[in-house]
């Protein structure tokens, strides 16, 4: 199942991992590593199979992917994991407890698809209606999944420009890694490991988010009550890209430096 993994660190202090979203890959950390660096060493890596890392040798898993990410990272770091990264980060925590001393997600829950039960997620027709896109045309796929990202954001037009160009800067995903992060996206359901974690979680959310409402933080504070929900006026689904300024200061207030 292992892979060879893309990583770079930058800074010195704390250990901070940064986990990307379905589709992309680390270099968007790039310059927030760079500002945070005084405090933090940033660990920024590539999902297996996207950006400059290989594919797993075996099924691509929700599992499988937080093992092989567990083995790249240093023991009690902070992980941080954007959207579908948030949700490796959540199973590194549940399954290598002894790596996570701190959770942060950014834009991401323990359950992403929303249904009957849980309204706080992405629109399941959405997932599928882009998996069934990808075997025809991989590439604007992806930029119609980045133009939804950028949705609602009060700077969506120059996130989506940032974002186009660089989803291709390193390269294009392996098609399987693609849609084997859909499936995650589709099917994984976290919600009672993560009431059950021991750590300090901050979860990060633009109030503007198109795919994962602001109501997801409320239902994450009854999950889990040492839980820190932050909201950022103006932000949507990357609000790394949209307010870099306001994700830092987050990023500062409520980790353990």
Known sequence: MSASLYKKEIGSGRDLVM????GLHSGLFEDIAETLS???CCHLIDLPGFGRSEDLTGDYALEA??????NNIPDNSIVLGWSMGGLVAQQIAISHPEKV???VLVASSPCMVADEGWPHGIKPDVLKEFAEQLANDYEQTLMRFLALQSQGSDSAKKDIRLLRKRVFAHGVPQKRALHAGLSILQTTDLRTEFGELKIP?????GKLDMLVPVSVGDELK??????NVRLLKG??????ISHPEKFMVVIKDCVNV
């Open 19 to 22: 986990l990307h979203g379905w």
């Open 38 to 40: 005084p405090d933090f």
């Open 65 to 70: 992917v937080a093992d092989t990410i567990a």
């Open 101 to 103: 001393a701190e959770l």
């Open 201 to 205: 979680v901050t979860v990060m959310l």
């Open 222 to 227: 009854k999950m889990l009550l040492q839980s």
């Open 235 to 240: 932000a949507g689904h990357a609000p790394f």
